[in-house]
T-cell receptor, first 111, second 112 residues
Framework: DGGITQSPKYLFRKEGQNVTLSCEQNLNHDAMYWYRQDPGQGLRLIYYSQIVNDFQKGDIAEGYSVSREKKESFPLTVTSAQKNPTAFYLC??????????FGEGSRLTVL | KQEVTQIPAALSVPEGENLVLNCSFTDSAIYNLQWFRQDPGKGLTSLLLIQSSQREQTSGRLNASLDKSSGRSTLYIAASQPGDSATYLCAVRLAGTYKYIFGTGTRLKVLA
């Protein structure tokens, strides 16, 4: 089945640690996105990528990093520089100009 | 800067009622507008996509309209059911970019 797979679904991190969230899609979409969702707030864009080996910062990129070495994969690293990383992270993809599709999300909790 | 607003933030209706959810945006330079449904703790499910050149889209009991000049979209749900209970979000794609801006959503509860 075609879709977007995010892993892990739940992740716990100690302060000072970096963690990487995985996002894989088999929809052959060019564009991929990472969003952060906090209670009472809408989705906020962290990074997006229109094409392999290229990505742009979104509205809240500080403390995060990404790579886009393959069309299918767009991993997000939450670094120790991110001051408030506890949140629900959503990965999405879209074909050029088309509909946006989402994965099931990853919930990160800092202990 | 594009801002997307959804009012009301929460809505509770009895089963069977027809209802309208609102989405407004400040800049009419959009490529498309999309409506989503989100269940608690889950990702977003796409409901309807309206291109900027279109006025409305329909899928089953759902109908979405777009008035780009006034910066408004509505999602009409006919004959609501308890299974429709979820948060509904709208998002606009900025013209000339790959960026989508989301509203904060309307939390809908349909009472049996």
């Amino acid at each position: 089945d075609g879709g977007i797979t995010q892993s892990p679904k739940y992740l716990f991190r100690k302060e000072g640690q970096n963690v990487t969230l995985s996002c894989e899609q088999n929809l052959n979409h060019d564009a991929m996105y990472w969003y952060r969702q906090d209670p009472g707030q809408g989705l906020r864009l962290i990074y997006y990528s229109q094409i392999v080996n290229d990505f742009q910062k979104g509205d809240i990129a500080e403390g995060y990093s990404v790579s886009r070495e393959k069309k299918e994969s767009f991993p997000l690293t939450v670094t120790s520089a991110q001051k408030n990383p506890t949140a629900f992270y959503l990965c999405a993809s879209s074909p050029d100009g088309g509909e946006l599709f989402f994965g099931e999300g990853s919930r990160l909790t800092v202990l | 800067k594009q801002e997307v607003t959804q009012i009301p933030a929460a809505l509770s209706v009895p089963e069977g009622e027809n209802l309208v959810l609102n989405c407004s945006f400040t800049d009419s330079a959009i490529y498309n507008l999309q409506w989503f449904r989100q269940d608690p703790g889950k990702g977003l499910t796409s409901l309807l996509l309206i291109q900027s050149s279109q006025r409305e889209q329909t899928s089953g009991r759902l109908n979405a309209s777009l008035d780009k000049s006034s910066g408004r979209s509505t999602l009409y749900i006919a004959a609501s059911q308890p299974g429709d209970s979820a948060t509904y979000l709208c998002a606009v794609r900025l013209a000339g970019t790959y960026k989508y801006i989301f509203g904060t959503g309307t939390r809908l509860k349909v009472l049996a």
